[in-house]
C-alpha cells in the first residue's frame, strides 16, 4: 500500500487601502519568518507595484500589467487595476500552475492591490482566492491592514470599521485585522482614547460626541446624529471586527501577528509537515489576552488616559 500525503500550501492575502503598508509587511513578515526557519515565497498581485523589496516569487507583472492596460484599453488607473485583476480571474489556472511550481513546503504571502473596492464589493478578487483554495488547495486568512493614523478621528475610526466589516463580509475567509504603523498613530497628536478602545472596538457610543463634535456647526449636524448611532450599532451587532496592533519594526509585534494569522489559516495546528507537534505548542503557547497585549503597546508607543478622569457623565448625548 501507498500512502500520499497531500501538502496545502499556507497564506496570508495581505490587503488595504493605499498606503496602510502592504509591501513593507510582506517584506517585514518574510524575514521574520524565514528568520525562524520558515520558507516564504511572497507573490506580488498589484499589477502596479514594479518596485518591491523583496523579490518576488510569482510576479503578477508577467502576466499582465497596469501600464500596458491603460495603454491599450485608455482606461484610467482604477478602471485599469479593476482589468487587470478580472484578467487574473479568467487566467486563475496560470497562478495556480506557478504556485504548483514552487516547493511544497512554502509558506505563500500575496501581496495584493490598494483599491478597496475590489475587496469591498467587487467579485474578481473573491473569486480568486475561492478557486485558489479549491484548484490550488491554499489555506488562506486575509489580512486586512488599516493605517493607525485613522484614529485620529472618530468619523475616520468608523470608516476603517466599515471597510473592514465589509471586507471580511465579502472575501469570506479567516480574516485578521491589523492596525498598522501603530507606533506612529500619536504623530499627529494624542488619540481620544486608550489603545484597547480602537482595538476591541466595543462601546462604540462614546465615539457619538466626537462625530457630532465633527460636524459643529453644519446644517446638516442634527440630521446625522441617528444615522452615527445606528452605524455604531450595526458594526457592534455583526460583532466582527478587532484589531491587531502592529509596528512592523517591532520583532514582538510582527510575532503576535503572526500567531494570529497561524491560528487563523491552521499552520498552528499542524504547519507544513505532517505528525509536527505544533499542535502541542498552541496548548501550552501564547495565554494572553488580547487586553493585555493592547496594554503593552499601549505603555510603549502611547500617551496613557487616565479612567478616573474620564466618566460616562462625560460622554453623554440625545438621540431624541
Known sequence: WFVFVVVMPFAQVVVGAPGAGKTVYCNGMSQMMEGMGRKVSVINLDPANDSTPYTAAIDIRSLVD????????????NGGLIYCMEYLEKNIDWLVDEIDKLPHDQYLL???PGQVELYTHHESMRNVLTRLHQKGKVRITTVFLVDSYYCSSASNYIAALLLALSAMLRLDTPHINVLSKI???EKNGKLDFNLDFYTEVQDLRYLLPFLESERQGSASAARFTKLNSAICELVEDFGLVSFHPLN???????ATVMRAVDKSNGYVFGGLTPGNDKIMGLQAGDTDWQYSKA?????KYFTTHDDDQDSDDDYKFDLD
Do not use: H
Open 183 to 185: 507606533d506612529l498613530a
Open 248 to 254: 512592523i519594526n517591532d520583532k514582538d509585534s510582527v
Open 110 to 112: 500575496f501581496d495584493c
Open 295 to 299: 496594554a503593552a503597546v499601549q505603555e
Open 66 to 77: 497596469l501600464d500596458s492596460v491603460m495603454r491599450d484599453t485608455e482606461l484610467g488607473p
